[in-house]
């Protein structure tokens, strides 16, 4: 019963990662590296990451500079942050491309909200789906005589503590994250 238990948290831990994943590629108005997380150019016949093939640095709050190792990538380089679509237009000077991040406006920021709380919805939708697995694997357990109907309702009661947990995290980091992006 502890493994169902402990499988259970880790589904919900691993629900929480991810969500904790999208809301850093989440822009803030202010620069972050990990807005290029996903992006690849092709380099020698393969997808390779920019930040493997370049300098990343932010110099102020709200500028990206990359500045690859190899200067014939800088075309590919600024052709896939346009591909990417993450609302940022790149600047190349021949040497380095500069990503300007504009100040978000009062529009922008209650739209960015609503996205984070649909994507906190979603980690509770999976979290009460995960709940719900171990819920009727308990059940089952107890309509195959495995274990006694009080273990029933306790490992209930404990799979829905741990449940609750995961929701008040969730919460938690959207509300976070909402302040962040309406702070000005």
């Known amino acids: 019963m502890q493994t169902l238990k402990d499988t259970t948290n880790e589904k919900m ?9 999208y809301f ?11 807005i290029l997380d996903d992006i690849k150019i092709n380099y020698y016949g393969q997808p ?4 493997q093939l370049s300098n990343i640095s932010i110099p102020e709050a709200r500028t990206i500079v990359v500045q690859p190792w190899d200067k014939t990538t800088l ?3 600024e052709k ?3 591909g990417a679509n993450i609302g940022i237009t790149p600047e190349n000077d021949g040497n380095l491309i500069r990503l300007p991040f504009q100040p978000l406006t009062e529009d922008k920021r209650k739209g960015i909200v609503r996205d984070l ?4 919805e979603d980690a509770r939708i999976a979290i009460r789906s995960i709940r719900r697995d171990a819920n009727d694997s308990v059940k089952k357990m107890e309509k195959d005589s495995e274990i006694s109907e009080d273990d029933e309702v306790k490992f209930l009661k404990e799979i829905q503590d741990i449940t609750d947990e995961w929701i008040k995290k969730i919460d938690e980091v959207e509300k976070s994250k ?7």
Do not use: H, N
């Open 13 to 21: 831990q691993k629900s929480f990662d991810t969500l904790l994943l």
């Open 24 to 34: 850093s590629r989440v822009r803030t108005g202010r620069a972050s590296v990990s």
């Open 48 to 51: 390779t990451p920019i930040k």
């Open 75 to 77: 075309a590919d380089i």
């Open 80 to 82: 896939a942050i346009l």
């Open 117 to 120: 709380k649909k994507l906190g």
């Open 178 to 184: 909402e302040k962040e992006i309406m702070e000005v």
